[in-house]
């Protein structure tokens, strides 16, 4: 058995991988691999909360994991979240340790329903909306995960996390689950080139993400249109947009270019074309090779899909494995695998 540190992260299956994913989140999965013990899921199940479209459900499920694989995550490491069904029956069970009104406070339900009011265009609210954490909480504990890497906006469903867990070890009298801790990146927010007062995202329009597989010239495009200055920084302040811009150059790992750039910031002899023209020499670069993968793994579809089949069933194990332990502390009917 490993002694690694056990992490555990997801994404939900919404087309297109942006920098703002991919620097906020996927980068660094890529690279605690080395290091832990980790599973990643790609979280169909979480994906039904909102009105959705189910063949582009399917659709963006496996686009995604082709994506994953193509910017650096270890295949065998990789997992669908409907493969593993254990993770809805723990849901369940997690239902039952966890606050209806603690639930109705999360800001996510608050602005999801919100969201989910506009999409539907019916009113429709789920109730997998309401109980979204829950599920959440489910996927991190069922592999006892010691940390999740995610973005600060998660804080608070990792906080539920432990509050669940804490609940069930005190009813069921045996400190089973370990209270799983946020492993925050190094940029957590990216945010949007075009109003860099939101984050980067897919939801609010086209302008305001950038696709890591997108042609160079839309790339180059996009950054030099990034907006710097709107004229309402305070003095002394660096403006949002001149901050995401330098955030994304370190993250593009132009550390050099970032170190004297900011120098000429400070001294202000700093042009904005030339930050920009590194930020997208950096993101050209990185799109470069995540696309070469691209297209490699798209002749071998077929393949692929099999192999992450195969490492969902591998890493399933683990979860039943979970499942059983904690219907058995539950007082639940349970039979042997
Ligand atoms: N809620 C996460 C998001 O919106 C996605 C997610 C679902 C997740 N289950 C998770 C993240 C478990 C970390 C761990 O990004």
């Known amino acids: 058995m490993s002694t690694r540190k056990r992490i555990l992260s997801a994404i939900q299956p919404t087309g297109n991988m942006h920098f703002g994913n991919y620097f906020g989140a996927v980068q660094n999965w890529v690279r605690l691999q080395e290091e832990y013990n980790c599973v990643y899921g790609v979280v169909d199940y979480h994906a039904m909360t909102m009105p959705y479209d189910p063949k582009k459900l399917r659709q963006n499920t496996w686009e995604l994991l082709f994506n994953l694989i193509a910017v650096g995550v270890d295949p065998n490491n990789l997992f669908i979240q409907s493969l593993v069904p254990e993770h809805t029956e723990l849901g369940w069970i997690f239902n039952c340790f966890c606050s209806y009104g603690r639930l109705s406070r999360m800001t996510q339900f608050k602005d999801k329903s919100v969201q989910s009011k506009e999409k539907a265009n019916d009113d429709f609210i789920s109730a997998g909306i309401f109980d979204y954490p829950v599920l959440q909480a489910a996927d991190i504990l069922i592999y006892r995960a010691d940390y999740v890497p995610v973005g600060k906006d998660q804080d608070q469903h990792l906080e539920l996390t432990r509050e669940i867990a804490e609940r069930f070890n005190r009813q069921v009298g045996k400190e089973y689950f370990v209270l799983p801790e946020t492993l925050h990146t190094e940029i957590p927010k990216v945010m949007s080139t075009a109003d860099p007062t939101r984050k980067m995202s897919k939801s609010a329009g086209e302008k305001h993400y950038i696709s890591v597989f997108a042609e160079e010239a839309r790339i180059r495009k996009q950054i030099k249109s990034a907006v710097t200055d709107t004229g309402d920084t305070p003095e002394g302040e660096m403006s949002a947009g001149v901050e995401n811009l330098f955030s994304l150059l370190k993250a593009a790992g ?17 042009k904005y074309s030339d930050l920009k023209g590194e930020v997208a020499e950096g993101l050209v670069a990185l799109s470069t090779t995540f696309k070469e993968r691209k297209a490699d793994i798209l002749t071998r579809k077929k393949e692929i899909k099999g192999q992450i089949k195969a490492s969902s069933a591998e890493i399933r194990k683990r979860a039943q494995e979970t499942v059983r332990e904690v219907k058995e502390l539950a007082g639940l009917s349970n039979v042997k695998f």
């Not at 132009?254 to 700093?270: F, P, R, V």
Request: glycine share 6%; net charge negative; aromatic share 6%.
């Open 254 to 270: 132009k550390i050099e270019a970032h170190t004297s750039l900011m120098e000429d910031y400070h001294t202000g002899n700093l």
